[in-house]
């Protein structure tokens, strides 16, 4: 992992996972919640080499300009729910320690309007097959020049690949 990125667009896997391994070192848990939390949200190759937690939150310490959308910042909420299920003091501790890393990192959160991707034929397309945050990412990215860091190569990673986009898989960039 030794490759440095200027700027880079990240999409909601690795955002989640990154406020969780932050979180997770912010809060000093013990190593058995450490555990049950990750399993809930990482990869497997994050879980299986204790030394890929590190690689993963030093890469974004790296981004000079990272950036998302507003509908992956939407997101975080419904995957903090159903896979981190946090509630109380836990929920805000994770938010808390979120915000200050996500400031700390001047993440930029772009809006990319749905009605105005609606209005380009080959993102109308893109929204009816794939949805509005895979398609703003692809078109985030495409603006800025610059790659998109994610997990999803299903879709995401494929798609943008097809479209000449350049985008990395977490599993591969922090190797």
Request: aromatic share 6%; net charge neutral; glycine share 6%.
């Amino acid at each position: 992992m030794g490759e440095f990125l200027e700027k880079a667009v990240v999409d909601t896997g690795p955002l989640i996972t990154v406020l969780t391994l932050h979180f997770l070192n912010e809060t000093q848990a013990d190593t058995n919640r450490r555990s049950t939390i990750l399993r809930r949200v990482v990869t497997k190759e994050v879980l299986e080499i204790p030394a890929y937690e590190e690689r993963y939150l030093n890469l974004f310490k790296s981004v000079k300009s990272l950036m998302t959308t507003s509908h992956v910042i939407g997101e975080l909420q419904g995957l903090q729910s159903s896979r981190l299920k946090f509630n109380g003091n836990d929920l805000r501790r994770f938010w808390l320690s979120g915000l200050e890393f996500m400031r700390g990192r001047k993440l930029e959160e772009t809006l990319v309007r749905l009605l105005d991707m609606a209005d380009r034929d080959y993102l109308r397309a893109g929204i009816c097959r794939f949805g509005p945050t895979d398609t703003g990412l692809i078109e985030l990215a495409r603006k800025e020049g610059c790659v998109i860091l994610t997990d999803d190569e299903r879709t995401l990673a494929t798609r943008a690949w097809e479209q000449g986009v350049d985008c990395r898989l977490m599993k591969q960039v922090i190797a």
